[in-house]
């Protein structure tokens, strides 16, 4: 858990475009877990485990379709493409996880391709995502839901949460290139977000499936999201090391990829409608 209680931050919108959510259907859970997952056989059950140790005190009482007896999400695991045991292990899982679901890509094509497979194929009004990988950790959710349902009793459900690695478990040459790649990110952009690589983020689906959709769009989430009117709220979360496994990218690569992807973000917002008011005629 993190160090402190701190209170989540607020950034404000570029603007704000009113825009109906679509009601969630009749039996659909609450929320549903995105978790995109690259050779991950080792840390599967586990995590599968914690989001269910974490979410079934919280979620109750929202019956979903899918979902077991009273529950109120949905866990969707995408393999994307996976070449070790991650698919028997998930298929194993089902049959004793009535809140379990799986997505499979049938070749590799990244994380944003993977977390947009699990966002269509989702049922929950809201979606967390997290990493398959153990690093985020599920007992931060509830922490996350808390905010967005604060700021939906406010009258503001168009809000993304984010995450913050307060204090990360990684290596110190990842920690650096991090940190250098959110403050160029953060001067550019202007979304003021600490840590928007932080894969633990809730928000609904609808914002997300509003969101223009192009390879490696994941590193630029509530970027994208106040692009679409959202506000964004960040929260201090915890950050474990990883138990097994490896990485899947080293740092090299993501500097090289990122550098036309913050252009066209750049582009994509400067593009975007400003001031337009929808509303449907009476």
Partial sequence: MPDSPAQPVATAPAETVPTATPPTPAGAPLLSVVVPVLNEQDNVAPLVAEIRAALAPVCAGHGGAGSGPGSGYEIVYVDDGSTDRTAEVLASL???????????????????????????????RLIATLDGDRQNDPADIPKLLEVWQRADAAGRSRVMVTGHRVNRRDSPAKRR??????????????????????????????????????????????ALAQREGASVEVVPVNHRPRPSGQSKYNNLGRALVGIPDLVGVIWLIRRAPRGLDVHEVE
């Fill in 177 to 222: 290139a991090s940190g250098i790649a959110n403050a160029i990110r953060r001067a550019l952009l202007g979304d003021d977000n600490p840590d928007t690589g932080c894969s633990l983020k809730l928000y609904e689906r609808a914002l997300y499936l509003a969101m223009p959709y192009f390879d490696h769009m994941h590193r630029y989430l509530p």
């Fill in 94 to 124: 089902r049959a004793s996880v009535p809140e379990l679901r799986v997505v499979r890509h049938s070749r590799r094509a990244g994380q944003s391709a993977a977390l947009r497979s699990g966002v269509r194929a989702a049922r929950g």
